[in-house]
């Protein structure tokens, strides 16, 4: 960013009528002859701010009147004057209006609408500078759950990426019309706004070519575009996967109605432009909630799965399979949990919410037995699937939650000596961890995608494990989100 963008960095509104450069002047004028109490403070007030760091979204932090202050798009070490957009009782959120000391570690974001939808949050965040950050964000976690011996555990630098951008294996827009015209992107951050994306640079070049040539297929055939508001028309996002190591791709168009007109002239177009797809698929979700999957997927054309390969093994991977975005860094994540669990022969290992097994089949040559569970059906038939085509013979999958499947084994006499848990972001099941602690497995490695809710679980693992180390990998680079493999050895 040159000087001449720095002076003129201007923050986009969201929020009211936008207030002249004079009305602008009067008020901070004011604020500095008569300063507010935080109490008096109004949607779209403009506040002067000194950024003390970032909060774990990604956002700049800040004090005003002992009140803190959370400003989307501030850095460490900048003074803003900042618009304030919602204000609560013990808190106040705003966004960047003009900032009056840079930060050194601030950059021009490559996407220019990296401020109004996620996936982009810390694209102005110099890269170095975003991997000193998601350590951070774990050791602010632990400090706010505080963990027995929190202060002592060791926090390993990030491991990030050579290249930070282009990684992500799998698109999934929303699909609309805005202005008439077919859209395809996602919704502005805490709205149902839709932002078309022509490009978008965390994302593997192919799906976003498959994408804005499937856009111009439906607005040629003119496609029944689903409307939210009416809860009419059929087509309502499309998903595109790419296996990153064979190039063969997947295309699920995601329905509101079982009829998609002119489906098969749209197939025919974009398997003739894109000999990768092997793979079209059809979900249908006819429900108004917000989440993105139905219940049934139907096969259109090619294969129900794309093959993947990582580390020498093969993934068949169903169209709702899990499967971690990012290739590259997913050989990274697998080697430090690998080195964290140091696993010997005569090992059983627990796989908790193993998705297609990407983690316990990477491990099964290193242990005598491993079992793994998901609470998604067609995952752990890939999961099978998977440990079948590898020739892994001492690996077994099965359908149903952590909490219950774990127990259920105990119960029958199975004891494991390992664990690696895989949670989503909610984190661990109460009932899991304490079937862990009652079990207590000598190597426990617990893999988290979301530092609130390690540290929320480890108040409870530590009664029985000591922290070794935790070590963050940058798996989303360009976000505020995390991944960190915590190695725990029983006391």
């Not at 709205?191 to 856009?215: K, N, W």
């Not at 096969?299 to 990012?326: M, V």
């Not at 080195?339 to 010997?344: I, R």
């Amino acid at each position: 960013m040159n000087n001449k963008e720095k002076t003129n960095y201007q923050g986009k509104k969201k929020f009211g009528k936008k207030p002249s450069d004079r009305q602008k002047q009067d008020r901070r004028k004011n604020f500095y002859n008569n300063p507010r109490k935080s109490s008096d403070i109004k949607i779209g007030d403009e506040i002067p701010l000194k950024i003390k760091r970032l909060g774990i979204n990604g956002e700049g932090i800040g004090y005003y009147q002992r009140t803190i202050c959370f400003i989307k798009g501030a850095l460490p070490g900048e003074k803003v004057v900042a618009s304030i957009t919602d204000v609560h009782p013990r808190f106040i959120n705003g966004e960047v209006s003009k900032i009056k000391k840079i930060s050194p570690d601030r950059v021009k974001p490559i996407d220019a609408y990296a401020g109004e939808v996620g996936g982009f949050e810390l694209e102005h965040l110099a890269y170095p500078a975003q991997l000193e950050f998601k350590r951070d964000v774990i050791r602010q976690s632990l400090t706010k759950f505080r963990p027995e011996g929190y202060k002592r555990f060791e926090l390993l630098p990030t491991i990030g990426m050579e290249k930070p951008l282009e990684y992500r294996n799998k698109a999934q827009f929303q699909v609309r019309r805005l202005d008439g015209k077919v859209a395809a992107g996602l919704y502005k951050e805490g709205t149902h706004d839709l932002v078309d994306l022509p490009t978008c640079s965390v994302q593997h070049p192919l799906t976003m070519e498959i994408i804005r040539i499937a856009v111009e297929l439906f607005e040629k055939y003119n496609v029944s575009i689903y409307d939210e508001q009416t809860h009419t028309g059929s087509l309502k996002t499309i998903v595109v996967r790419v296996a990153d190591a064979t190039k063969e791709t997947q295309v699920v168009f995601i329905t509101n109605t079982p009829e998609l007109e002119h489906v098969d002239e749209i197939i025919d177009e974009l398997a003739a432009q894109f000999p990768e797809i092997v793979s079209f698929m059809q979900n249908l979700n006819p429900s108004r909630e917000s989440l993105i999957w139905g219940d049934k997927t139907l096969n259109l054309r090619g294969k129900d799965t794309i093959r993947e390969e990582l580390d020498g093994l093969s993934f068949n991977l169903s169209a709702r399979a899990f499967f971690q975005l990012n290739p590259k860094q997913t050989s990274v994540l697998y080697a430090e949990t690998r080195k964290a669990l140091e696993l010997s022969p005569d090992d059983n290992l627990v796989d908790a919410y193993s998705g297609v097994g990407t983690i316990g089949l990477s491990l099964a040559a290193q242990a005598k037995e491993v079992r793994g569970m998901d609470n998604i059906e067609s995952a752990i038939e890939d999961a099978n699937e998977n440990a079948k085509i590898n020739g892994i013979e001492n690996a077994h999958y099965e359908f149903g939650t952590a909490e219950k499947v774990l127990p259920k084994w105990l119960h029958a006499g199975f004891k494991p000596n390992s664990i690696v848990v895989d949670p989503p972001r909610v984190g661990l099941d109460n009932k899991l961890i304490t079937a862990i602690l009652e079990s207590a497995p000598e190597h426990f490695t617990y893999v988290s995608c979301n530092p609130s809710t390690l540290a929320r679980d480890l108040v409870r693992i530590v009664e029985k494990y000591d922290v070794e180390y935790i070590q963050s990998i940058d798996m989303f680079p360009q976000t505020a989100r995390v991944e960190a493999v915590v190695k725990l050895k029983r006391k």
